[in-house]
Antibody, heavy 125, light 113 residues
């Protein structure tokens, strides 16, 4: 089955750190750009970060730049998001999502054809 | 960043009736070199992650019922559900991918009247 499963969320104090993981299965993970998108429960979607299929390029939303780091291990079919210096406004459900890019020519489209069930991050003292 | 604004914020429609959701972008998402609108629509059912319905403003994803259609160009777009079914209760989001800084609309909650 083609799926993404995010994990690693939890309760963390302001200023703390957390690492999210996203396990991919059922498709050739190493061929796709991947993204993290977050959502405060009951609110809208906010793009957070993306990483190229081979891990050589990354981008971040301004709100997380310098604090979050996206990475991947293609041998383990896993995407990561290292979140440092967490703030109350980072609290959200974090989704990993697959870019609907062209895997043959390795281009990205910046929209998402597969989403994992999210993992909830709570930032509170 | 491109701001995406959806209307209405919520909508109640009777079963079998038409539902229309609008999305407006703060600048055009039509790329002139290929004449494509860089606009997607997603459905998010309660407790679920979003699901891609439509890309390039009007192309339905495989498996999406044909009662869902997308239209519009430039800055103004519409998602139409021609005959509302109970399973269509969800929040619908538009998203622009014209800019590398991806942005979403705030969402439209669709309920049964």
């Amino acid at each position: 089955e083609v799926q993404l499963v995010a994990s690693g969320g939890g309760l963390v104090q302001p200023g703390g750190s957390l690492r999210l993981s996203c396990a991919a299965s059922g498709f050739t993970f190493s061929s796709y750009w991947m993204h993290w998108v977050r959502q405060v429960p009951g609110k809208g979607l906010v793009w957070v970060s993306r990483i190229k299929s081979d891990g050589s390029r990354t981008s971040y939303a301004d709100s997380v730049k310098g604090r979050f780091t996206i990475s991947r291990d293609n041998a383990k079919n896993t995407l990561y998001l290292q979140m440092n210096s967490l703030r109350a406004e980072d609290a959200a459900v974090y989704y990993c999502a697959r870019d609907k890019g062209d895997v043959v020519v390795q281009t990205a489209t910046w929209y998402f054809d597969l989403w994992g069930r999210g993992t909830l991050v709570t930032v509170s003292s | 960043d491109i701001v995406m604004t959806q209307s209405p914020d919520s909508l109640a429609v009777s079963l079998g009736e038409r539902a229309t959701i609008n999305c407006k972008s703060s600048q055009s998402v039509l790329y002139s070199s290929n004449n494509k609108n860089y606009l997607a629509w997603y459905q998010q059912r309660p407790g679920q992650p979003p699901k891609l319905l439509i890309d390039w403003a009007s192309t339905r994803e495989s498996g999406v019922p044909d009662r869902f259609s997308g239209s519009g160009s430039g800055t103004d777009f519409t998602l139409t559900i021609s005959s509302l079914q109970a399973e269509d209760v969800a929040v619908y989001f538009c998203q622009q991918y014209y800019s590398t800084m991806i942005t979403f609309g705030q969402g439209t909650r669709l309920e049964i009247k």
